[in-house]
């Protein structure tokens, strides 16, 4: 009798140990991330502003070019973002960056007074990847950087400079590789000519408003402001804008009329 009990008792153990198809059911063990899974980076939560650097990177990408940024800034903000037609560069390159102003104009022959040098302290303080913005009130035809100011600029990591006036030793800019945009080129120099009147504050430059920190793009057509309180909202139309051509070209390339990628996508 008591064997007979014994039997029962480790049939019951037995069939409660095993799974529904009679297979003995393996411990269950936590767990361990792979190290991959363990170093892999959690998402961003969705509707996280992007960073400066994200969206400096956005800009960079060839297919954003300062026409469809251009379009874009107009579309998002109502205003125009491109700077006059004559803002150009003395060498081929792209830059983008964020805004350092530094604003001069002209000085009497007579005026003795000592002025703060906000061009050269705004190139010592702006930091690496940034834009100068100089505006010569007044001086269209004055030189505001040559070899000097462009080879500081490009020891401390400056992408760029653009000057509503003019730039000059384009020849030693142009060997140094230093990336400007001027509405002219001219050997006349500042110093004598010219005070400086502020930095780091609002500066209309060549017809577009131009706040510190906006975003400055910069290319072979020309030169584009993007505020940087409405630069997301650009960058999503970018993205709208790019993938429209991208499938125009196509439409284009069969059938031989532009008309008819319009009759689609209608964006012009």
Partial sequence: MLARLIVAVSLVVLIAGAAPGGVKAPATAPQTPSPTQASAPTAAPQGRPMTPEQIIAALKR???????????VEEATGARGWMA?????????????RAWTAKLRPVLKNDSRTYPNHLLQVLDE???????????????????IGNLMA???????????????????VTELRRMGHRAFARR?????????????????????????VNP????????????????????KVLALLALYNDRESKMVEIIKREKS?????????RY
């Fill in 258 to 266: 532009m008309l008819k990628a319009l009759e689609i996508y209608g």
């Fill in 85 to 97: 037609a004559d803002m150009k560069p003395i060498m081929e390159g792209k830059i983008v960056g």
């Fill in 185 to 209: 080129i001219s050997p006349a120099t500042s110093v004598g000519r010219m005070v400086s009147v502020s930095k780091q504050t609002p500066v209309m430059c060549a017809d577009v408003m």
């Fill in 213 to 232: 920190d906006d975003y400055i793009v910069g290319d072979a057509d020309g030169v584009v402001v993007v505020p940087h309180n409405a630069a997301e």
């Fill in 126 to 144: 702006a930091p690496a990847g940034s834009v100068l913005v100089y505006v010569m009130e007044g001086g269209l035809e004055i030189a505001a």
């Fill in 62 to 72: 060839p297919e954003n070019s300062t026409g469809n940024v251009a379009d874009a």
């Fill in 151 to 169: 080879t500081t600029a490009q020891v401390r990591g400056l992408e760029g400079t653009v000057i509503d006036g003019a730039v000059r030793d």
